[in-house]
């Protein structure tokens, strides 16, 4: 079964860091570009960063950049997502989702970690 | 960057109904458009790319058209499990902006 799941989420506080992971399985996972999106509590879909197959490019949002890293380990069939000087409007839902075709769509997500900045 | 706008924000529709759904670009995408699903406490789920073309295992029911800077998504039969929150999504360029989400509830 193809699938994704994140991991590491959770409650920190602001200025702090946090690593998250999302382990790929059921596919070849270093033939895809990644992705991760975030949500806040009752809010829409928003995308934070973008890494291609063998890690050599990212992308990032303008909210996230110079605080967030992307990156990836395709022995170990991980993406991973490195936030640091967390601020409370960070508190979101993060999923990562892997790209396909021609038009760059996120066809599977994983579950989603919560990640809450607060003190 | 590009803005992407949904319209209408929440949509009030009963099973069997025939809905759509609008979504425009700040700028022209070309068919660089994608659609999801989502529901309460769920990851979303991938149902159009490229403007008007299905994922696999998506009922022929939805569809969608447009190109440029104009597109939707549409329902032809509302059924009970359609009744989520849709947006639209630019591939065009990064930072792959989002809609701001159509939530489609029962009537």
């Known amino acids: 079964e193809v699938q994704l799941v994140e991991s590491g989420g959770g409650l920190v506080q602001p200025g702090g860091s946090l690593r998250l992971s999302c382990a790929a399985s059921?596919?070849?996972?270093?033939?895809?570009?990644m992705h991760w999106v975030r949500q806040a509590p009752g809010k829409g879909l928003v995308w934070v960063s973008r890494?291609?197959?063998?890690?050599?490019?990212?992308s990032y949002a303008d909210s996230v950049k110079g605080r967030f890293t992307i990156s990836r380990d395709n022995a170990k069939k991980t993406l991973y997502l490195q936030m640091n000087s967390l601020r409370a409007e960070d508190t979101a839902v993060y999923y990562c989702?892997?790209?396909?075709?021609?038009?760059?769509?996120?066809?599977?997500w994983g579950q989603g970690t919560m990640v809450t900045v607060s003190s | 960057d590009i803005q992407m706008t949904q319209s209408p924000s929440s949509l009030s529709a009963s099973v069997g109904d025939r809905v759509t759904i609008t979504c425009r670009a700040s700028?022209?995408?070309?068919?660089?458009l994608n659609w999801y699903q989502q529901k309460p406490g769920k990851a979303p789920k991938f149902l159009i790319h490229a403007a008007s073309s299905l994922q696999s295992g998506v009922p022929s029911r939805f569809s969608g058209s447009g190109s440029g800077t104009d597109f939707t998504l549409s329902i032809s039969s509302l059924q009970p499990e359609d009744f989520a929150t849709y947006y639209c999504q630019q591939s065009y360029s990064t930072p792959y902006s989002f809609g701001q989400g159509t939530k489609l509830e029962i009537k």
């Open positions: 059921g596919f070849t996972f270093s033939s895809y570009w």
């Open positions: 989702a892997r790209e396909i075709g021609v038009y760059d769509a996120f066809d599977i």
């Open positions: 890494i291609n197959s063998d890690g050599s490019s990212t």
């Open positions: 700028q022209s995408i070309s068919r660089y």
